[in-house]
């Protein structure tokens, strides 16, 4: 039987941050399983052999963090794709918009996602009803997927160590991207692009500080114990 080769970034054309949380260790006997789950950036310039690629790495779900209207403008290649089934999950407390992004830092605007209940209810119940591999992304793959990402690490025991340097990555990988893409983005929101782990710790330290851990702020949020259970059997494995 030939062994499944698992990729920790793939390397695609235009979709700069798309990677695995596979591999991290859980203490000195476990680890989070390769196949599990990715964390991208916007999906929408997927060429057919990427996708092709991505089917059969094994992913069946895709979940869109993005805004509505950010979804509906640059659409993902993978809606109506047979074999793959997509969600759009978005912030409902939280619009961009209507935060002072010139003085907000990414740690403060990581704080105000700590209220998003119904998101993060929605999200991880398809992260742990979902077979397959699942997908999840937003446009640049950093902040609200960035917290979603630390959610789950932290839910099966990764280190804080670790999840900061998971989201530490971002800023490397999407560099290309604010230098094409993005490059005329304006002075004052230059702060938001980068992923120092100072921003991630800040959202980190609220949930200990407030619930203890992070599954204690996910029941909080309404996620059910037996999805909580799912989760961890899907993505923590003893080695």
């Given amino acids: 039987m030939k062994m499944m080769q698992y990729i920790r970034r793939f390397n695609f054309e235009k979709v700069y941050n798309m990677r695995e949380l596979g591999g991290y260790p859980i203490g000195e006997k476990s680890l989070t399983k390769w196949g599990a ?3 991208s950036d916007c999906l929408e310039n997927l060429k057919e052999k990427e996708i092709e690629v991505l089917c059969k790495y094994g992913v069946t779900t895709v979940i869109d963090l993005r805004f509505v209207e950010e ?6 290649p993978l809606q109506n794709y047979e074999g793959i089934i997509c969600h759009n999950i978005s912030l409902e407390k939280t619009n961009f918009k209507d935060l002072q992004m010139h003085t907000l ?15 993060i209810k929605k999200v991880f119940h398809l992260l742990a009803v979902s077979a397959g591999c699942v997908l999840f992304h937003c ?59 100072e921003s991630m710790q800040v959202f980190l330290s609220a949930i200990e500080k ?5 599954e204690n702020y996910l029941l909080a949020t309404g996620v059910d114990a037996l999805e909580i259970s799912a989760i961890k059997a899907k993505f923590k494995i003893t080695v």
């Fill in 37 to 39: 789950f990715l964390r």
């Fill in 71 to 76: 979804a509906t403008e640059n659409q993902s």
């Fill in 105 to 119: 830092t990414l740690g403060e605007m990581y704080l105000t996602f700590l209220t998003e209940y119904a998101f």
């Fill in 139 to 197: 446009s640049a793959g950093k902040d609200r997927t960035g917290v979603i990402s630390a959610l789950l690490l932290k839910l099966v025991g990764v280190s804080d160590f670790d999840v900061l340097a998971d989201y530490q990555m971002t800023a490397t990988y999407l560099a290309p991207k604010f230098e094409t893409v993005w490059k005329n983005i304006p002075k004052e929101m230059i702060h938001l692009l980068g992923s120092t782990p």
């Fill in 210 to 214: 407030e619930f203890g851990t992070a």
